[in-house]
């Protein structure tokens, strides 16, 4: 029956993820974007706060509800937290954007073996490396390469724009056991973190997400067991390559969550601006014009939040959801960026404020929404392609 | 708990207004749009189908519908065809707003001869909303009723009421003299005739051309006291209005689900340079991006009609509803327009139906 309305513990995972972004992460937001450098005690606090307490709270009564919610709780604290600040939130310590690969294509034991020292209450991060200087959503032309020797895994290759990727434990790396088989050849390995070989590079400088750490790796005959191929769902030849669209699949609508986050913290602060802040000369007109431009706004991200609702809950219902996914992102990471260069615009006027600051920084954060897990070109391509299964779009 | 699949219930009720859409509207649309009205053979049938008489058994209806369902119902009226979709909704609004705002004599009197098994499809109500000076939202809801002894004085416009000029049902959206917002908003029942009012047919309009409408002017009408749907400045009355506004939404999400699957279905057929235009992305994304829009107006409606179901207050349905159909219109004449651009030349003909959609959801507004 289709409902709008969030459950108990839906409410409850949102309101925490709210009152966590407001008391841990904006006090702290500007200055971690201008050091590029997030405090220790942070990451204790969120070790702590997610441990825990109401969030532990929240889990209870999600296995209560006696229904499957993890992706859909996830978005929803997603988009508290990035509202509070999205980088931040991607150095929350756990497994990551490591987990939906583990997840979906581990074995239990796999799960337990890789997943399970998360539990311990120490700071332990995870990451994902697919993306090579040369490759991005064209997997295909992958040049990480694994060959089996004897019992491990060699791994040489080089990975760039990996989040978390210099202080993760584990990565799950993805590489080609044979590049003649194109897409098909593709596997995701698990990485962890002291594997000789395994060598962290330059930490990227960048426009926005500044505190979010962005690494280069470099594997040189990294050598890992066998038994850290993750292919324990599935024996099919493109199980790999599955593994890795899939993967985008439960991720899209998180990044898609995030931009709706930070879309929000600029229509809020913007029209918190107009309240206290638009200079008193300003004729009657332009204030109506930027009621009404604001007002198209926020049901925009109104419709950015229900098209990430919907697709997290598809894959709560295990509903093949790599067009809604897509559709998620791509509307979420134009609106974004809409939002904020509306933001920068209207509030040009007037005193160098916080808010100026707040909004100049959302600004710089939000154009990479169009861009990771694949450009707004990228999530257009998918889109058409499940819209078309009968044509090649090439 | 969020969930976004239609039950049970409603599939069934969807499948039975897209089979009519389908079978009966889509292919009658050109015609309809030559005639200026829905054919009386098609309004018998859907009368049989229970459609169109969402009433409570009680006054002879074929049982209340909620808002959710009725939307799903009107989005596949709007995708077999804009405009008839628009004629079956625009006359079923006048017997809704009695139904909501009204009083129980009031349901019993208008509402039953709507449902009569003989000749009840035959008869047509209306809502006037929009005016001369405004849109489909309640703040421009100018025209008045001023209260006058034993009856209302009745000033100002309305136009392109469906049915507006033949309804025997014809509710009108006022406002009590002095009131602004949504307060004081009443909904009164008009006659044909009277002195200081003037209806006049709607010709040589641009869309919704098998919606046939009129145009009202009011200047100092007396209407008799019982005219008014129940007490003045009810909350039923906003009800019916945002219930209006959801449902032309719905409307609109058809149109524009008809504009997405039928420039789909062009491009996968037309041969450009050796491969379909499909394939080619600038119409692949073109379509990617008519298919989010509409689902994300979708999304915004279908809040919107489970808000009017859960009986939230009443601010927040007035601007979730006002949203919903404000963003169901713009992706409907954005995708109508994107479709004839994907015909081409073809598009501009009158053998393809794409022009007359493109012209219907400019008509909304």
Same mark, same amino acid.
């Given at each position: 029956?289709?409902?709008?309305?969030?459950?108990?513990?839906?409410?409850?995972?949102?309101?925490?993820?709210?009152?966590?972004?407001?008391?841990?992460?904006?006090?702290?937001?500007?200055?971690?974007?201008?050091?590029?450098?997030?405090?220790?005690?942070?990451?204790?606090?969120?070790?702590?706060?997610?441990?825990?307490?109401?969030?532990?709270?929240?889990?209870?009564?999600?296995?209560?509800?006696?229904?499957?919610?993890?992706?859909?709780?996830?978005?929803?604290?997603?988009?508290?937290?990035?509202?509070?600040?999205?980088?931040?939130?991607?150095?929350?310590?756990?497994?990551?954007?490591?987990?939906?690969?583990?997840?979906?294509?581990?074995?239990?034991?796999?799960?337990?073996?890789?997943?399970?020292?998360?539990?311990?209450?120490?700071?332990?991060?995870?990451?994902?490396?697919?993306?090579?200087?040369?490759?991005?959503?064209?997997?295909?032309?992958?040049?990480?390469?694994?060959?089996?020797?004897?019992?491990?895994?060699?791994?040489?290759?080089?990975?760039?724009?990996?989040?978390?990727?210099?202080?993760?434990?584990?990565?799950?790396?993805?590489?080609?056991?044979?590049?003649?088989?194109?897409?098909?050849?593709?596997?995701?390995?698990?990485?962890?973190?002291?594997?000789?070989?395994?060598?962290?590079?330059?930490?990227?400088?960048?426009?926005?997400?500044?505190?979010?750490?962005?690494?280069?790796?470099?594997?040189?005959?990294?050598?890992?067991?066998?038994?850290?191929?993750?292919?324990?769902?599935?024996?099919?030849?493109?199980?790999?390559?599955?593994?890795?669209?899939?993967?985008?699949?439960?991720?899209?609508?998180?990044?898609?969550?995030?931009?709706?986050?930070?879309?929000?913290?600029?229509?809020?602060?913007?029209?918190?601006?107009?309240?206290?802040?638009?200079?008193?000369?300003?004729?009657?007109?332009?204030?109506?014009?930027?009621?009404?431009?604001?007002?198209?706004?926020?049901?925009?991200?109104?419709?950015?939040?229900?098209?990430?609702?919907?697709?997290?809950?598809?894959?709560?219902?295990?509903?093949?959801?790599?067009?809604?996914?897509?559709?998620?992102?791509?509307?979420?990471?134009?609106?974004?960026?809409?939002?904020?260069?509306?933001?920068?615009?209207?509030?040009?006027?007037?005193?160098?404020?916080?808010?100026?600051?707040?909004?100049?920084?959302?600004?710089?954060?939000?154009?990479?929404?169009?861009?990771?897990?694949?450009?707004?070109?990228?999530?257009?391509?998918?889109?058409?392609?499940?819209?078309?299964?009968?044509?090649?779009?090439? | 708990?969020?969930?976004?699949?239609?039950?049970?219930?409603?599939?069934?009720?969807?499948?039975?207004?897209?089979?009519?859409?389908?079978?009966?509207?889509?292919?009658?649309?050109?015609?309809?749009?030559?005639?200026?009205?829905?054919?009386?053979?098609?309004?018998?049938?859907?009368?049989?189908?229970?459609?169109?008489?969402?009433?409570?058994?009680?006054?002879?209806?074929?049982?209340?519908?909620?808002?959710?369902?009725?939307?799903?119902?009107?989005?596949?009226?709007?995708?077999?065809?804009?405009?008839?979709?628009?004629?079956?909704?625009?006359?079923?609004?006048?017997?809704?707003?009695?139904?909501?705002?009204?009083?129980?004599?009031?349901?019993?009197?208008?509402?039953?001869?709507?449902?009569?098994?003989?000749?009840?499809?035959?008869?047509?109500?209306?809502?006037?909303?929009?005016?001369?000076?405004?849109?489909?939202?309640?703040?421009?809801?100018?025209?008045?009723?001023?209260?006058?002894?034993?009856?209302?004085?009745?000033?100002?416009?309305?136009?392109?009421?469906?049915?507006?000029?033949?309804?025997?049902?014809?509710?009108?959206?006022?406002?009590?003299?002095?009131?602004?917002?949504?307060?004081?908003?009443?909904?009164?029942?008009?006659?044909?005739?009277?002195?200081?009012?003037?209806?006049?047919?709607?010709?040589?309009?641009?869309?919704?051309? =098998?919606?046939?409408? @009129?145009?009202?002017?009011?200047?100092?009408?007396?209407?008799? +006291?019982?005219?008014? !749907? #129940?007490? *003045? $400045?009810?909350?039923?009355?906003?009800?019916?209005?945002?219930?209006?506004?959801?449902?032309?939404?719905?409307?609109?999400?058809?149109?524009?689900?008809?504009?997405?699957?039928?420039?789909?279905?062009?491009?996968?057929?037309?041969?450009?340079?050796?491969?379909?235009?499909?394939?080619?992305?600038?119409?692949?994304?073109?379509?990617?991006?008519?298919?989010?829009?509409?689902?994300?107006?979708?999304?915004?409606?279908?809040?919107?009609?489970?808000?009017?179901?859960?009986?939230?207050?009443?601010?927040?349905?007035?601007?979730?509803?006002?949203? =919903?159909?404000?963003? @169901?219109?713009?992706?409907?004449?954005?995708?109508?327009?994107? +479709?004839?651009?994907? !015909? #081409?030349? *073809? $598009?501009?003909?009158?053998?393809?139906?794409?022009?007359?959609?493109?012209?219907?959801?400019?008509?909304?507004?």
């Amino acid at each position: 029956m289709i409902d709008f309305t969030l459950s108990k513990s839906q409410q409850a995972a949102r309101d925490y993820a709210h009152q966590v972004a407001l008391e841990e992460m904006r006090p702290i937001s500007l200055e971690c974007d201008r050091t590029e450098y997030i405090p220790e005690s942070f990451f204790w606090n969120m070790q702590r706060r997610f441990w825990a307490g109401a969030a532990g709270q929240a889990r209870k009564q999600a296995q209560e509800e006696n229904e499957k919610q993890d992706n859909v709780l996830s978005i929803l604290s997603q988009e508290e937290m990035a509202w509070g600040d999205a980088a931040l939130s991607t150095a929350i310590p756990g497994p990551g954007l490591a987990a939906p690969p583990i997840l979906s294509q581990g074995t239990p034991e796999q799960q337990m073996r890789f997943l399970g020292p998360y539990m311990d209450g120490q700071l332990h991060w995870g990451a994902l490396a697919l993306t090579e200087p040369g490759i991005g959503s064209d997997v295909a032309g992958m040049s990480t390469t694994a060959i089996l020797d004897g019992d491990e895994w060699v791994i040489n290759g080089h990975k760039h724009y990996i989040t978390n990727g210099a202080r993760a434990d584990l990565i799950v790396t993805f590489a080609t056991i044979d590049k003649s088989l194109g897409r098909e050849g593709i596997r995701p390995f698990v990485v962890p973190k002291g594997t000789p070989g395994l060598i962290a590079g330059r930490i990227e400088e960048k426009m926005g997400l500044r505190a979010s750490q962005t690494a280069e790796l470099i594997f040189e005959n990294c050598r890992i067991p066998k038994d850290n191929l993750l292919s324990g769902r599935e024996s099919s030849k493109k199980a790999g390559f599955k593994a890795a669209m899939g993967t985008l699949d439960a991720t899209r609508p998180m990044v898609g969550a995030l931009a709706v986050g930070i879309a929000r913290a600029a229509y809020e602060t913007t029209r918190e601006w107009v309240c206290e802040e638009l200079p008193k000369g300003s004729p009657p007109q332009k204030r109506r014009e930027i009621e009404d431009e604001l007002e198209e706004l926020r049901q925009k991200i109104e419709m950015a939040r229900f098209l990430v609702w919907r697709a997290s809950w598809m894959a709560d219902r295990r509903i093949p959801n790599s067009k809604e996914a897509s559709m998620s992102k791509a509307y979420a990471g134009e609106l974004v960026m809409k939002m904020t260069a509306a933001a920068v615009r209207i509030t040009a006027p007037g005193e160098n404020s916080k808010r100026k600051q707040f909004i100049a920084k959302w600004f710089r954060d939000a154009k990479v929404f169009d861009i990771f897990e694949g450009t707004a070109q990228i999530q257009r391509l998918v889109i058409a392609r499940r819209l078309f299964p009968e044509v090649d779009i090439p | 708990m969020l969930d976004f699949a239609p039950n049970e219930e409603q599939e069934e009720v969807r499948n039975l207004a897209r089979s009519v859409a389908v079978e009966q509207l889509r292919p009658q649309g050109r015609d309809a749009e030559r005639k200026g009205d829905i054919s009386p053979a098609l309004m018998q049938t859907l009368a049989q189908t229970g459609l169109t008489t969402p009433f409570p058994e009680e006054l002879g209806g074929s049982g209340a519908i909620d808002a959710m369902t009725y939307t799903l119902i009107a989005e596949e009226l709007g995708f077999g065809d804009g405009a008839l979709a628009m004629n079956i909704i625009g006359s079923l609004m006048g017997p809704v707003t009695v139904l909501v705002a009204g009083d129980e004599h009031q349901q019993q009197e208008y509402i039953t001869p709507f449902c009569d098994k003989q000749d009840g499809y035959e008869r047509r109500g209306s809502l006037a909303f929009a005016e001369r000076t405004g849109g489909y939202t309640l703040a421009e809801v100018n025209a008045t009723a001023r209260e006058d002894g034993d009856r209302y004085i009745l000033n100002g416009t309305k136009r392109d009421v469906i049915h507006g000029w033949e309804s025997s049902t014809r509710v009108v959206l006022l406002r009590k003299e002095g009131t602004t917002g949504s307060d004081g908003l009443c909904a009164l029942i008009i006659p044909a005739r009277g002195e200081g009012l003037q209806i006049s047919a709607d010709v040589q309009k641009l869309g919704l051309v =098998a919606a046939p409408s @009129a145009s009202y002017s009011f200047t100092d009408v007396a209407v008799p +006291a019982s005219s008014m !749907l #129940g007490v *003045a $400045g009810n909350s039923g009355v906003i009800r019916a209005a945002t219930l209006y506004n959801i449902l032309r939404g719905g409307v609109a999400c058809g149109m524009a689900r008809a504009a997405l699957e039928y420039a789909m279905d062009y491009a996968k057929e037309r041969v450009a340079f050796g491969r379909p235009i499909a394939s080619y992305q600038g119409i692949a994304f073109m379509v990617a991006e008519m298919a989010m829009k509409l689902d994300a107006a979708r999304l915004l409606l279908w809040r919107a009609a489970t808000s009017w179901d859960r009986d939230v207050e009443i601010d927040t349905l007035v601007q979730e509803a006002e949203a =919903a159909q404000h963003q @169901a219109i713009e992706i409907a004449k954005s995708a109508t327009i994107d +479709a004839v651009q994907i !015909l #081409g030349g *073809a $598009g501009f003909l009158q053998d393809h139906p794409a022009e007359m959609w493109m012209r219907n959801a400019a008509a909304m507004e």
